[in-house]
Structure formats: C-alpha cells, structure tokens
C-alpha cells in the first residue's frame, strides 16, 4: 500500500475531526438546524402521547399476568433519570443528517440480545474497542467520518416466532430476553415478570457509564489504536493487517505532531459513542420518554436512536405510533416482504417532515432476494424525495441450522449479501450509508467461516449467545476490512495492503 504520511495524516484529520470529537452530556445541534425540527402535525395537535401506543395493536409484547405489578414497575422507571439526554440524542441527529447526503458512515453493532448474568465490564470494553477498530478501517476506507453506534445498554428484548416453547410435554411462554423472563425452562423462569425492567434500566446505566468512561476518559485516544488489538484477533491475519495499518496510523500522528499539531488534545483523545435498541418493549420505552426542556419535544430516553423490527413495523400498530412521536433518530428494518409503497408509507409514519438524518433503512433480506427487491425500494425513495440513510444488515438473513442443532450464519452468505448491497447502490447512483451488525468482542464460535476459521464441528466450542449467533472480533474486524476496501475502489482509490 502506498500509503505515504502526508496522505494518511490528511485522512486521520478527517478521521479525527468528525469521528473523534468529545462527547458532552448535553450538546445543542445547531449545524443542520436539526434541533429546530417541528414536531409532526398529529404530534403537535395533541393527537400523540407516550401512551398512544395503547390504543394500537402491539405485536410481540408480552402479556403479563398482574397489572398492578406491572403499573408499579413502570411508576418506578418514570422516577428514575434518563439514560441518555437530548443533547446527545440531537448530536448523534446531526451526524446522521451529514450522513444522509453522503458526507458518512454508519456503523451499528453489538449483541444480539444483552444478558444480566453475562454483564462485566471486560465484555463492554471489548465490543468497544473492536467497534473502535473497526471505525478506524473504514474511515480510511470511505475518507469520510464513522459514526459509532452500539447494540449496548437496552437491547434485552427479542421478538420470537412463536409465543409459546415446547418441550416434550411441556409448554412455556417462549423466552423474550432478559427485561421480560429467564431462558431457564421453568414455570418460574418463563414467567413475563415486568421488574425484570427495573433491573434491565440499572445494568442500561452501568454500561453507559462504563462507555462514557472508555469515551471520553482516554481510552479511545487514537494514540493507543495498537492497544485496541484483542489477543484471540492478534494471532489472526486480519489482525496482522490491522497492526501493520495501526503503524502507518502511527506515523501519521508523528508526522502530524512535528509540524505542530497538538495531538493531544480532546479531538485525538475522545470519542463519541452512541447506543441503540429495538423499541420492542413499550411499557419500557414509554417509561423513560420524557419531554426536553429546551425544545419541549419528546424524547425517549432509553437510547440515541430506536429502530422497529421487521415483525413490528405495522402501518397500524403500536410501534410505529409510539415511535413518531418522539424526537429520537429512528431505524426501521425491513425484508424482501416490504413494498415500495408500504415503505413509502412508513417514511411519511416515522418521519413526516422528510428531516434528514431522521430514518435509517436497514436492508435484511439475503444477497438474492436483495439484487432483486432493493432497487424498486431505492426508486421509490428516489422517486418522492425521501430522505433516508440505506443501511446493510447481512446477518439476520442469513441465519440456519445445523445438523447438530446449532443456530448459526455462514461468513460467505454475510459476505455476499454486503456485496449485494453495494453492487445495488453502485447501479442506482444512492449511498451505501453503513452496516449494522450482531457482533462481539468476545472469542466466540457462533458463525462459521471467515479467517477465525469456525466450523459447523467447532461451533460447540465457545457458543455462548443467549440468543442468535454473532460474529467474533476477527470475523468482524475482516467484514470492515471488506468494507473498506469496497468503498475504496468506489471512491478510486487503492486497496489497502
């Protein structure tokens, strides 16, 4: 790779001017005008309430058995504070906005469902720095900033095909993730407990805290990217590609250093990191929406962004019409059962003021059904002028199972689909505008395939999801590797080497 210093040193500016830019508390957006966003029209007329919800039908959402237990939970979420605030909320708005025009990238990733006996502080800690890794190859992969997006601190809930498992004779409700029952298969364990929410806001918090302290308190310092490196992904060669890039960036900051730029400033040594989660759970959601001072628009608080699942997205149900009214950056995932026209309507649903930055389109369908159901859903978009953010998910259509009963998703599907989904946006002229992931930090065999070399016979080696399969660090830092270098040939530039 001719990668001289003067060129790298150009693009780690970049990288560090947008990416790696302190995070405060509370932030106001004033940029893109995104806090000045009028609330939509049914919101604003009064039409719309974090409780509206109710009077739709909600899919997936557990039905609990005792209703003062569950109104004394929520009581108790509405007195606890906020787990994110609107400043930030409209920082990470502001991002996406830029993105929406083609000036970034998104990347979302993170467990596919977080466990309460699996929380430490080791976990969180790796999940980041593989996503930091990860951020840092495709930034010099796009030239354009990376906005950090975690899968962290709320995703608990999961939706499930049936409502019920059974085991020989025995049939319990199925297991919806931790903020609603226990996978332990008992009367006890299964049973829909709603103070499973109290307990999922309090490990929410730790965890943020613990990212807002690996943020911003020097561990994100781009300085120390060699110490990003996982020992189980050092041995790889994709962590071997990744120190030999660490050392160029290293270079660059020298060289950036000796002509009298202070790299030691907030810009170099900070980050910012945003979180994400289903909106599947509404008692939840609606608990910890709240109504920002400054704007006097609601906000739910629970995450930056909230995105709607491919089984919740109902035109009439309750998850779209809790989630329009809230000031939230949004998500929708959709498959090749979507139309144009319906996803047509969801844009005028989720985001009636057509604001950039506002919705993200996350494509899940298989590299097939992809080439073949994307570019009518691009037109559509084209067509009316709709502003969104196009975003690859290539594992959750891939996913099967094994002879030996293991659930799992195979790297070359999960890479062909990525290709899919660039190849379709090449064509239409759009914006391949980020990738969202199941993925940790952890050594894991989960999904078979990629240069971890995971195999359907030693998928029982460490196969520790408490729900769908993710990929490893390696196998993660390898996806962004492929990204970077598809973005690179976009852009004509040369493959990194």
């Known amino acids: 790779m001719k990668f001289s210093t003067l060129a790298s040193s150009v693009l780690l500016l970049a990288f560090s001017a947008d990416a790696f830019t302190p995070t405060s508390l509370v932030r106001t957006s004033t940029a893109l005008n995104v806090a000045a966003e009028p609330p939509s029209t049914s919101a604003a007329s009064g039409e719309w309430s974090p409780e509206s919800w109710k009077s739709k039908v909600a899919s997936q959402m557990p039905v609990y058995d005792d209703e003062a237990e569950l109104d004394d ?4 979420l509405k007195r606890c504070s906020p787990l994110v605030f609107a400043g930030e909320v409209r920082a990470l708005h502001e991002q996406l906005a830029r993105a929406c025009h ?18 430490n502080v080791d976990h969180v800690r790796d999940s980041f720095r593989v996503i930091l890794q990860m951020a840092l190859v495709l930034t010099f992969g ?7 997006v975690g ?3 709320g995703q608990f809930a999961k939706p499930r095909s049936e409502p019920d498992e059974v085991r020989g004779d025995v049939s319990l409700p199925s297991y919806r993730g931790d903020i609603i029952n226990s996978e332990e298969f008992t009367a006890e364990a299964r049973r829909n407990n709603p103070h499973n929410m109290v307990e999922a806001y309090h490990q929410s918090a730790q965890t943020l805290n613990i990212l807002r302290a690996f943020a911003t308190g020097g561990y994100a310092d781009i300085s120390r990217l060699q110490a990003w490196n996982l020992d189980f992904v050092e041995q790889t060669e994709e962590g071997s590609r990744y120190r030999k890039f660490a050392t160029k960036v290293d270079e660059s900051l020298r060289f950036m250093k000796a002509i009298g730029v202070d790299t030691s400033s907030d810009t170099f040594a900070k980050t910012d990191f945003f979180t994400a989660h289903e909106c599947l759970l509404l008692p939840y959601e609606q608990a910890l929406t709240r109504k920002d001072s400054t704007t006097g628009k609601w906000y739910d608080c629970s995450a930056h962004m909230l995105w709607v699942g491919e089984r919740t997205r109902e035109l009439d149900g309750a998850h779209l019409e809790f989630t329009r009214g809230i000031g939230n950056p949004l998500g929708v995932k959709i498959s090749d059962k979507c139309t144009p026209e319906e996803l047509l309507n969801i844009c005028d649903t989720m985001n009636p003021n057509n604001t950039p930055g506002k919705l993200t389109i996350i494509v899940r369908m298989g590299a097939e059904k992809l080439r073949k ?4 859903l691009i037109r559509a978009v084209q067509r009316e002028g709709k502003s969104v953010i196009w975003i690859s998910d290539p594992v959750h259509g891939n996913t099967r199972k094994t002879d030996n ?3 799992t998703r195979d790297f070359d599907n999960i890479r062909a689909e990525l290709r899919a989904f660039f190849d379709v946006h090449e064509e239409m002229g759009s914006h391949p505008g980020g990738v969202h992931l199941e993925m940790t930090g952890e050594d894991v065999t989960e999904c078979t395939g990629g240069v971890s070399d995971v195999t359907e016979e030693t998928l029982a080696d460490r196969y520790n999801t408490y729900c769908d399969p993710r990929l490893n660090g390696s196998q993660a830092l390898e996806i962004a590797f492929l ?6 040939k976009r852009s004509g530039l040369p493959p990194i080497e």
Not at 105 to 116: N, P, Q, V, Y
Not at 142 to 148: D, E, F, H, L
Not at 483 to 488: F, L, Q, V
């Open 142 to 148: 796009s030239a354009m900033p990376v906005i950090k």
């Open 483 to 488: 990204i970077a270098e598809r973005m690179r």
């Open 373 to 376: 159901n994307l570019p009518g």
């Open 151 to 153: 899968r962290m601190a």
């Open 73 to 76: 939970a929520v009581n108790r």
């Open 102 to 119: 083609g000036q970034g990238f998104l990347l979302m990733g993170g467990d596919c469902a977080e466990a309460f006996n699996e929380f």
């Open 405 to 407: 009963g293991f659930k």
